[in-house]
């Protein structure tokens, strides 16, 4: 064997994730240097999550590899594995990062937060510790990747922390994430069933039983869910991302929620010899719920950073129901679904990881030329930044799940799995299951609205504030991230068979199943993951069909009609003074939503009186949890700390009772 | 060491353990900072001599060189220290209104019990002559403990903190024959450094309350 080929992708993996670490560190040497940070540091930066991507699709079709590094505590050492599952969230980690650290580069601008050094440092670090996530193979390591993971994004998205709504959105999101992290550490505790041993090889060999089992996987489900934004543990979610800097809110929302989803079936899968099927329905509830709350209340948002992060919880409850799904079929030990749904979840992972990227940085572009988040001050903006509307729209049909998209395929494959469900053995299962198919079918259609909704109002139309037309369009490195990840949204929608196939790697240790063979069966062109007699999707005949319909309707219109473009007023309703303040808002088209699910809301409406002169209109659109859920409790925190500060009574004698009192009594209980 | 002299002795001891009760009650009731100081130092100096009383009965010769360490330490230094600071206080005439002093007593008097009825199967077990006066030690533990909850001014307080130390010293000799060189080297240099910082905090507290009643303190909490 040659020195050559000893150089395992797991060496190639640990040594990029160092060099990241390098990175970071690179930029305290001249924190306050814009141009060594943002032109050598990011892009380098960069290049090497490129380089990651590229080794993780070599692990992908190389065999497991372990390694030990003996750095951490002594006789304590770090256990690193990087098996088809890991490279596949490598791939996820190193091409979206690729997109985000090249976009960053170009995003900083002088006097913005922390100085670029420390971000550069904070965002690094990030990345690093997530790369190290996947590839941890103790619990030890995992734990010490996943904090860090949490306190370098922490930081990074407290980075204007002048402001108190981002401070306060950042100790949110630091205590669910630590509260998260207890829940995975007493997870590790049951899976290691006192044998003492916290490597993850150890907790394979331990046979687990039932009841310890399911208290193992419902810690986890805790905990990794309250980092990836499952229903009652989602707060954090739309007041950290929009506080954060966008490429942080794209990779937070586009790589992080999906390292939570990575340990979520690193422990379901892998950890635990076992899955029963009951587990599955519960997720699938969850995940149901939190698609239909997060889409729900994504299209009443004016925020364009909050409406996206309401998306991120739909496509993580979508995420959840598709690994629900697998859980149930595993359960009834039925491998070919269990692999379909499975496929579908890690499809959706990727696709979700590029679309999401993508809009949050177009958002971070919006942002920056127009410094302004709001809906209602936007519009027209196609005119002024074509590339970044154009690459925003490629972002918006993947997430409205239309077909040339990648969201279809994913959604596609997740209610073709669906459709098995009545196969299930077990009565009521098989009859509630396929309602939920509906619902998913429901939060599909609506997040397509969302997206209508988002893409008219900011680009469409005219621009709703004067000062719109300075806006500019993105420069040069911004622009290359942003088709970067647009290219990555494309490729995953046009070539489905080829995902698929590398797919069927990750599910094969898994579940024991792929859809690798069945979905090349229909060749490079069809994709039938089952049975092409069944259902079958042709992307590429779908969009020569879109681009023909479109170039035939294009040439009626010019041949038949008119053959000139005409330019006049639009008819006024015979109100001649109309304003491009007079277009739809983002309220007035979340109207009908807000409507329909009044329940869903708590809502405080304040409406002008018609004599009014200087009509405002303010509506605030708050959660229920919050206030069932969250309040009582801190309410209660609270009232327990203050009945722990009567003891403080100031009066240094009433303390040296207490430890007088406190020794007596020991003397008398323990002689 | 023949019989008789172990004898005599543990009467000797014993005699002594009384006086350092004694002077613990004389501590709880004591007004008068300057007295206290005397008092304090008395107790030293008890502890001095019981101290080479069991070293010259048993033949431990390293419980010489503790008693030594009592005398320069807990009879002249801390003392010393003591009279200087509440000369620089200017606190020298300072007489504290203590709250219900037989009320105090009587709660002395049952904490003596309480330690005596403790001490009883420990002392059984203990080998050593000295192993009657332990009772007697954590009583002194426990009254001096009584003394610096019922003070309200800062220096008598500190002195409760040193006789609580003395009473400890006690119990050790009593129970085992001291402890290791090492340890009781240890413990009386955190006497006196505790002492040193304890006097820059009463600087302290008086610069910021022009007072050294710790009631002043009360302030200090939350709200």
Same mark, same amino acid.
């Given at each position: ?10 060496? !190639? ?8 670490? +390098? ?42 590899? +372990? ?21 596949? $969230? ?10 985000? =650290? ?5 995003? /900083? ?5 922390? !100085? ?9 670090? /990030? ?13 030890? *390591? ?52 006192? =044998?003492?041993?916290?490597? *993850? ?67 379901? *899968? ?22 239909? $709350? ?16 309401? =998306?991120?919880?739909?496509?993580? &409850? ?13 359960? $009834? ?74 969201? /279809? ?164 309703? &015979? ?25 869903? /809301? ?16 303010? +509506? ?29 009574? &100031? ?21 | ?6 004898? @005599? ?114 002392? %059984? ?33 500190? @002195? ?23 340890? %009781? ?32 303190? %009360?302030?200090?909490?939350? %709200?």
């Amino acid at each position: 064997m040659t020195a050559g080929a000893a150089w395992l992708p797991i060496d !190639a993996a640990v040594a990029l994730a160092a060099c990241w670490l +390098v990175l970071g560190a690179a930029g305290l040497f001249a924190p306050r240097n814009l141009a060594y940070v943002g032109r050598l540091l990011f892009p380098l930066g960069a290049l090497v999550a490129l380089l990651l991507a590229a080794t993780g699709l070599a692990a992908l079709h190389a065999s497991p590899q +372990v390694m030990v590094l003996a750095l951490g505590l002594p006789d304590l050492p770090f256990h690193l594995r990087v098996d088809s599952l890991s490279a596949l $969230f490598l791939v996820l980690l190193g091409g979206a990062g690729a997109g985000i =650290s090249i976009y960053a580069a170009g995003y /900083f601008r002088p006097g913005e937060g922390t !100085a670029p050094g420390l971000q550069c440092l904070q965002y690094h670090l /990030f990345l690093a510790s997530m790369a190290f996530v996947m590839m941890a193979d103790d619990a030890y *390591f995992f734990m010490v990747s996943w904090e860090t993971m949490a306190l370098s994004s922490f930081f990074l998205v407290t980075s204007d922390h002048r402001i108190p709504e981002i401070r306060r959105a950042g100790y949110l999101y630091l205590l669910i994430a630590h509260i998260g992290a207890i829940g995975i550490l007493l997870s590790f505790g049951v899976l290691q069933g006192g =044998s003492g041993d916290y490597t *993850f090889a150890g907790m394979r060999a331990q046979p687990h039983a039932g009841w310890w089992a399911s208290a193992a996987f419902g810690l986890a489900l805790f905990g990794f869910g309250a980092k990836a934004g499952l229903l009652p543990l989602h707060v954090w979610l739309p007041e950290a991302h929009p506080a954060a800097p966008s490429p942080v809110s794209a990779m937070m929302s586009g790589v992080m929620l999906k390292a939570s989803i990575y340990g979520l079936l690193r422990v379901t *899968f892998d950890l635990l010899q076992t899955q029963l099927w009951w587990w599955g329905v519960i997720v699938l509830a969850l995940g149901l719920l939190t698609a239909l $709350f997060g889409v729900i209340f994504s299209a009443v948002q004016t925020d364009m950073k909050r409406l996206l992060a309401y =998306s991120s919880i739909e496509n993580i &409850g979508l995420i959840l129901v598709a690994y629900g799904l697998a859980v149930t079929f595993r359960g $009834f030990g039925m491998a070919a679904l269990a692999a379909l749904a499975l496929t579908a979840m890690l499809y959706h992972c990727l696709n979700h990881a590029a679309f999401k990227s993508l809009l949050f940085l177009c958002t971070g572009s919006v942002l920056h030329a127009t410094r302004s988040r709001s809906l209602g001050r936007l519009g027209g903006l196609i005119h002024r930044m074509p590339w970044v509307a154009w690459l925003a729209l490629v972002g918006v049909l993947a997430s409205a799940g239309l077909p040339p998209g990648n969201g /279809f395929v994913s959604e596609w494959l997740l209610l073709q799995g669906f459709l098995f469900t009545p196969g299930l053995p077990h009565g009521y299962v098989n009859m509630l299951v396929p309602v939920a198919a509906a619902a998913v079918a429901m939060t599909a259609a609506l997040s397509g609205y969302v997206m209508v909704k988002f893409f008219g109002i900011v680009f469409l139309g005219r621009p709703r504030e004067e000062s719109l037309v300075q806006a500019h369009d993105a420069g040069t490195l911004e622009r290359i991230g942003l088709t970067w990840l647009a290219a990555l949204c494309l490729l995953l929608g046009l070539a489905p068979v080829a995902v698929i196939g590398e797919l069927d790697r990750v599910t094969r240790p898994l579940v024991g199943h792929g859809l690798g063979e069945a979905a090349r069966a229909g060749g490079w062109l069809l994709l039938a993951p089952i049975d092409a007699a069944r259902a079958s999707y042709s992307p590429l005949l779908v969009l020569a069909a879109i681009a023909a319909v479109f170039a035939l309707a294009v040439m009626a219109v010019h041949r038949l009609y008119h053959r000139r473009v005409r330019r006049a007023d639009p008819w006024d309703c &015979g109100f001649p003074r109309q304003t491009a303040r007079m277009q739809d808002t983002a309220e007035g088209f979340g109207q009908p939503i807000r409507q329909v699910f009044e329940p869903f /809301f708590r809502m405080e409406r304040e409406l002008p009186s018609p004599f009014d002169a200087t009509p405002r209109y303010r +509506v605030t659109v708050a959660d229920h949890l919050w206030h069932w859920l969250y309040l009582p409790i801190a309410r209660a925190a609270e009232f327990g700390t203050r009945l722990v500060a009567f003891l403080q009574q &100031g009066r240094i004698a009433v303390y040296l009772l207490y430890s007088f009192f406190t020794l007596l009594a020991l003397l008398f209980f323990i002689r | 060491m023949t019989p008789a002299t172990v004898s @005599i002795g543990a009467q000797f001891i014993n005699l002594l353990a009384a006086v350092l009760l004694l002077l613990s009650f004389a501590m709880l009731s004591q007004r008068r900072i300057l007295s206290l100081i005397d008092l304090f130092a008395m107790q030293g100096a008890v502890l001095f001599v019981s101290t080479l009383v069991v070293a010259f009965t048993t033949g431990q010769v390293h419980l010489y060189y503790s008693a030594t360490l009592t005398l320069v330490l807990k009879v002249l230094l801390l003392p010393w220290i003591l009279h200087r600071l509440i000369r620089r206080l200017n606190v020298k005439w300072d007489v504290e209104t203590l709250i219900n002093i037989p009320t105090t007593m009587l709660v002395g008097i049952v904490l003596v019990i309480f330690a005596f009825n403790l001490a009883l199967p420990i002392s %059984e077990l203990a080998g050593t002559i000295t192993r009657s006066t332990l009772g007697i030690a954590l009583a002194t533990v426990m009254l001096s403990f009584l003394m610096m909850i019922t003070r309200r001014k800062a220096v008598p307080q500190v @002195i409760g903190f040193l006789a609580m130390e003395n009473g400890l010293f006690f119990a050790a000799t009593s129970a085992t024959y001291g402890m290791p060189m090492v340890v %009781e080297l240890g413990i009386a240099l955190d006497v006196l450094v505790g002492m040193i910082i304890l006097g820059v905090f009463f600087f302290q507290i008086r610069e910021q309350f022009d007072s050294l009643d710790i009631r002043h303190l %009360e302030q200090l909490r939350e %709200e």
